[in-house]
């Protein structure tokens, strides 16, 4: 089934009691941060911008991580508040229903919402920190700009002297094994895997949908785009996350 929210629900979504959310840069939008990979996509727009969160990129040139800096340095200037959406899943959690959210989004908004923490798997990390290449030490993002604030363009580890960067997975660099186990994890425990604002190209998140419905799962796809997985899900929405998430988890 594809197109708008049912009315009524159906009844395996209304009666699922273990659903794992997947969440995307798509359900971000409306908290004015921009996709990826959409039409209008940062990097459809410039696909140079892709360098600076490609980990080879940004350990050999200091112009990219000048450049990231800078990048990380303008984001940070946004008022950027969660959403609709992000309330949704947060209604999810309160009506007892939330297996689990992994989400493949740094910004931490699922986090200022309301969500649990210990129910968020941030499988690509938090924009929040940033981490030591070398030692691994981390501190804050915020203690780390203002670094750059007072002139360093390129701050290195106050520990080791190393090369820093935000605490994400960038392009080339490997998840935590840790944190892929617990969203595999996720998946496999689920009546109802609700993929939401992502366009499940991206492994071993997209894999996810693989897992649940391997191990029985329902799928729900909602996003403004086709993905690769339409085919295998049980219900498609295409309307606005904003508008669709809370529909599809209001009658708990």
Same mark, same amino acid.
């Given at each position: ?16 009691? +273990? ?20 039409? &209008? ?10 360098? #600076? ?7 050999? !040139? ?13 984001? =940070? ?11 949704? #899943? ?17 910004? /931490?908004?699922?986090?200022?919402? =309301? ?9 690509? /990390? ?11 030490? +981390? ?11 007072? =002139? ?6 106050? !520990? ?14 490997? #998840? ?19 993929? $939401? /604002? ?10 996810? $949908?693989?897992?649940? $419905? =391997?191990?029985?799962? +329902?799928?729900?796809?909602? &996003? ?14 295409? !309307? ?11 009658? /708990?």
């Amino acid at each position: 089934m594809t197109g708008t929210v049912p009315d009524p629900l159906p009844g395996w979504l209304t009666a699922a009691r +273990r659903i794992t959310a997947l969440t995307g840069a798509g359900i971000s939008t409306d908290s004015g941060i921009p996709d990826y990979r959409g039409p &209008n996509g940062v990097w459809t727009r410039d696909p140079d911008a892709e360098k #600076l969160v490609t980990l080879s990129y940004y350990v050999a !040139d200091p112009d990219i991580r000048r450049r990231a800096w800078l990048m990380r340095r303008d984001m =940070g200037a946004f008022d950027v508040r969660p959403n609709p959406g992000h309330a949704a #899943l947060v209604d999810l959690e309160r009506q007892g229903r939330l297996r689990a959210l992994v989400t493949q989004n740094v910004d /931490g908004l699922h986090q200022a919402a =309301g969500s649990d923490p210990a129910r968020v798997v941030e499988i690509h /990390g938090t924009v929040h920190e940033v981490e030591c290449l070398g030692c691994r030490a +981390r501190t804050t993002m915020a203690e780390a700009l203002e670094r750059v604030a007072a =002139g360093e363009p390129d701050p290195p580890c106050l !520990d080791c002297g190393g090369i820093l960067k935000s605490a994400t997975i960038s392009f080339g660099q490997l #998840l935590e094994p840790d944190v892929v186990e617990a969203a595999v994890d996720a998946a496999r425990d689920c009546d109802v895997l609700l993929a $939401v /604002g992502t366009s499940l190209q991206v492994h071993p998140a997209a894999g996810l $949908v693989d897992v649940a $419905v =391997g191990h029985g799962a +329902r799928v729900v796809v909602v &996003n403004a785009e086709p993905t690769p997985y339409d085919d295998v899900a049980d219900l498609v929405v295409r !309307d606005p996350i904003g508008t669709a998430l809370p529909r599809l988890v209001a009658a /708990g």
